[in-house]
């Protein structure tokens, strides 16, 4: 009898399936194509759209929210969580701007996702008559 020794939940669409590895490497629970190729994905090397924020000198923000384009090997997150702590941005940030490019050699660069105006443009908007 085939034992179950993974489980995991499908976040490719909203359905949410349960799926799962037995022993023989055989693949339970999807209802398609697209979640069968997530749970070998899973299984084999899993991979993660990197998000998070880097700090931004001069700008209307201090920090500006970064991802990558493309997943990354789940094994190389905590390396490039340290590449992109060490990035700081110049005001202003457009967005979309590419921070970090083929990000430890995985292909996948590191992106802003949000445009970070200077702050003294802020400063003279106001005193504008
Ligand atoms: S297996 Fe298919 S239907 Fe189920 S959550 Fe994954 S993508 Fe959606």
Redesign the pocket.
Known sequence: MKEIIREM?????????R?TVDDSGEIG????????G??RDETVNPTRVLTSTVRVIGGVHRRCPVKTDRPVPKGLLMKAMERVNAVELTAPVECGQIILGNLLGTESNLVTTREIGRAKEIISEAQAP
């Open positions: 939940i499908c976040i490719v669409c909203p359905n949410g399936c799926l629970g999807y209802q398609c194509e697209r979640g069968l997530y749970a």
